[in-house]
């Protein structure tokens, strides 16, 4: 089978930073760009974070594209509380030498999505919509074209975790999310109620140290700073991995298991602003537009990421 081709659209983040090195050392993967967008810190750091995970993956041939440096219709809110000044706080790493692309993400996406057969390019967005949203909304003819999209995003028994109602990325950008969630395309969400379960403990980590090469030293040291804020806020043993659930999940969709629902996201009140409304219990009647994950084999998820870090 020829490898699945997929853009990573991200705001690195150490969550993000494993996520785009697992895509890059999967070979049933294409990885055609990088499409940054504002998010955990803003985008001229998105931008350079991008490209140093990239040359950290050797791996500097990867094209990274400038996106959206705010939301649809909101100020941007960033996390330099969980993931530092720089975004990739943990271990410091060279500035890149590999140049950005040119072309915006947004003219990116459209301009692939238009080009390649339709039904082939997976999106996987792990930050704030609003490159995918913008992209859409200015170009609706590419939505029936995109296989799938398979996101980091929302919470329902988890609630929130930048309110107490609303996951971060959909907080930041709730229109754009919006604009994602009723496109009428194939979508698996990877909400916190999963990813407060792929969960880093000691031994996972301390797996990580051990592999050969610059990678996994650096993945072991990006999780023991972002470990921190979790430990304090939730008192767990470890941090969740959030957004490499996505790209595992191309990979290996048998470690997850969610219910294909219909989830709202709330744009018009200040209490609950960006909070996904999934009808887990499927109570209302209105059609499922999602793929909802609630579970995953955090075991097979770690060996996964594990392994495959190795090969880089
Ligand atoms: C999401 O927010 C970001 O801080 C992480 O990178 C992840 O994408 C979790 O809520
Ligand atoms: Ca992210």
């Known amino acids: 089978m020829?490898?699945?081709?997929?853009?990573?659209?991200?705001?690195?983040?150490?969550?993000?930073?494993v996520a785009i090195l697992l895509a890059l050392a999967s070979p049933e993967l294409d990885l055609l760009g990088i499409t940054c967008v504002a998010g955990n810190v803003p985008l001229d750091l998105t931008t350079k974070n991008a490209r140093i995970i990239c040359e950290l993956a050797g791996r500097p041939e990867t094209r990274v594209f400038a996106g959206c440096d705010k939301p649809m219709a909101r100020k941007l809110v960033t996390a330099e509380h969980v993931h530092g000044k720089t975004?990739?706080?943990?271990?410091?790493?060279?500035?890149?030498?590999?140049?950005?692309?040119?072309?915006?993400?947004?003219d990116f996406l459209i301009e692939t999505l238009r080009r390649e057969p339709p039904g082939s390019v997976t999106i996987c967005p792990i930050g704030p919509l609003t490159n995918i949203a913008t992209a859409l909304d200015r170009a609706p003819d590419i939505a029936p074209r995109i296989r799938e999209i398979v996101l980091m995003g929302g919470a329902y028994f988890e609630v929130g975790n930048i309110t107490p109602?609303?996951?971060?990325?959909?907080?930041?950008?709730?229109e754009a999310a919006k604009l994602v969630f009723g496109a009428g395309i194939p979508l698996v969400a990877m909400p916190l109620d999963v990813t407060h379960k792929a969960l880093t403990t000691r031994a996972r980590v301390e797996a990580?140290?051990?592999l050969p090469g610059r990678v996994g030293p650096a993945v072991a040291s990006w999780t023991d700073f972002f470990e921190r804020f979790d430990k304090e806020?939730?008192?767990?043993?470890?941090?969740?991995?959030?957004?490499?659930?996505?790209?595992?999940?191309?990979?290996?969709?048998?470690?997850?298991?969610?219910?294909?629902?219909?989830?709202?996201?709330?744009?018009?009140?200040d209490l609950t602003l960006g909070m996904t409304v999934a009808d887990w219990w499927r109570v209302t009647g209105r059609a499922p537009n999602a793929t909802f994950i609630g579970d995953v084999n955090a075991e097979g998820f770690f060996a996964l990421l594990v392994e495959r870090l190795g090969r880089l």
């Open 233 to 269: 806020k939730y008192g767990s043993e470890g941090a969740p991995l959030h957004d490499p659930c996505t790209v595992a999940y191309l990979l290996q969709p048998d470690l997850f298991s969610g219910r294909h629902i219909n989830v709202e996201i709330e744009t018009g009140s």
């Open 2 to 17: 020829p490898p699945r081709k997929i853009i990573i659209d991200t705001d690195p983040g150490q969550d993000d930073a």
């Open 208 to 210: 990580f140290r051990a």
């Open 87 to 106: 975004g990739l706080d943990g271990v410091t790493l060279p500035d890149p030498t590999m140049a950005l692309q040119d072309q915006h993400a947004v």
């Open 165 to 174: 109602a609303a996951e971060f990325n959909i907080y930041v950008d709730p």
